[in-house]
């Protein structure tokens, strides 16, 4: 009975974590939405776009790695409200964005304001992905697919969050969406304070910055690999695939309907991963070269339709859309077993400082795909964005080749 009341807690706190984080993630990703689409509309180039979301991707690495270890010292919860609460903060500030300002106040203002959402997200983030190693440490066996469902209808409620941004700029302008999309998480806010136990996840943080960093290899190449997947992702996904669909004739609808579904299967796939990486008993023997093979996979598709481009085959759009839909599904699943991984590899005491540090790796790679994502499309179109984006797979493959196949002494299995 002790058993099943465990379970059962662990499965409410678990639903209440991740419905929070949906709430989030559905008002970030209409907050990109509408910036990319506003600020394009008023003729900006695809550099300043990237630019606009620089300190937004940058904040997130030491949100991140704070984060994690205030989330140890002060809880779960406390964090989430933190998380929240810098969110509304930003999308206020954001709100104030006067067009009777000067090009370059208004980018700076945006700049400022997207760097504050940078680290609600990240807080946000650490804090949510950290409950689900303690609400899956208490339901044995259940790591792998709460994380994969975590992460992927995640993902997915982003995609309706770009569907969401768009249709809220045509209905109620850019002020206005941001207030309304202020509104809903003030809701989620009083849910959070109300239902997440109030010490979830509190532990004896780490004494000194050495000891913070001092992650088990495993944690570190994670770490790595994650660096340039996500880098790989960004470099093309941010600035050229908007840009050139929009440049090849789609209307603002076409392409925010496009990535806005793009994204909801891209979930979808990463909810589903447990199914098509079967799970071994000790957690890694078949979740690490999974981990391997599709890597590889991954690195191929941007390097065909570099090919591709270069060549100019007919129907080129659609021969990009195509070959999106095939790096969508690769990726999905490569995430879905990295997030996997970090926390098998994770110390359950202080898992989110583990988190955080991972997740820190996937905001510098963000912020590194953000930048490339302008300055290379600015210089050689397309073209060159996909070329950064198989470099940096090919870079991620080599990294996953050197995970540990067995956990640190310390970790209990999943």
């Known amino acids: 009975m002790t058993t099943q009341r465990a379970g059962a807690s662990a499965a409410r706190n678990y639903a209440i974590v991740t419905a929070a984080y949906w709430g989030f993630t559905l008002t970030d990703g209409a907050l990109r939405m509408l910036v990319l689409l506003h600020f394009y509309r008023l003729g900006y180039s695809p550099f300043t776009l990237a630019f606009l979301f620089l300190l937004y991707e940058a904040a997130g690495v030491l949100a991140n790695l704070i984060g994690g270890w205030l989330a140890t010292r002060y809880g779960i919860q406390r964090m989430l409200t933190v998380g929240l609460c810098t969110q509304i903060t930003g999308f206020l500030l954001l709100s104030a964005l006067s067009p009777t300002w000067s090009a370059t106040l208004s980018v700076a203002w945006v700049v400022l304001s997207q760097g504050v959402c940078g680290v609600a997200k990240d807080l946000t983030k650490t804090a949510s992905k950290s409950a689900i190693k303690l609400t899956a440490g208490e339901a044995e066996g259940q790591l792998f697919k709460w994380v994969a469902w975590f992460t992927g209808s995640k993902n997915a409620m982003k995609g309706v969050g770009f569907f969401l941004g768009g249709l809220l700029l045509d209905q109620l302008g850019f002020s206005g969406s941001l207030w309304l999309m202020a509104a809903l998480l003030a809701l989620v806010l009083l849910a959070v304070l109300r239902f997440v136990p109030k010490l979830m996840g509190k532990s ?10 001092a992650k088990n290899r495993g944690v570190n190449l994670l770490a790595a690999a994650r660096v340039v997947l996500f880098g790989a992702r960004d470099v093309w996904f941010v600035v050229g695939v908007p840009v050139f669909l929009y440049a090849s004739g789609w209307t603002f609808t076409m392409v925010g309907g496009f990535l806005a579904s793009w994204t909801i299967g891209y979930g979808l796939v990463q909810a589903l991963a447990p199914q098509l990486v079967r799970r071994s008993a000790d957690g890694l023997t078949t979740e690490v070269p999974a981990a391997r093979l599709w890597s590889g996979l991954l690195a191929l598709v941007p390097i065909a339709l570099a090919v591709a481009v270069a060549l100019q085959l007919p129907n080129l759009e659609w021969v990009v859309v195509g070959g999106l839909g095939l790096f969508g599904f690769a990726f999905a699943v490569n ?21 955080g540090f991972y997740y820190a790796a996937n905001a510098l790679g963000r912020f590194m795909g953000t930048l490339l994502s ?25 990294v996953t080749l050197a995970l540990p196949m067995v956990k640190p002494p310390a970790v209990v299995a999943a």
């Open 204 to 213: 004896k943080p780490s004494q000194s910055a050495k000891e913070l960093f």
């Open 335 to 355: 995430s879905s077993v990295h997030s996997y991984l970090v926390l098998a590899y994770a110390g359950s005491e202080k898992a989110a400082e583990d988190v």
């Open 374 to 398: 302008g300055l290379l499309y600015q210089w050689g179109g397309l073209l060159y964005a996909l070329i950064g984006s198989a470099l940096m797979l090919v870079l991620c493959w080599a």
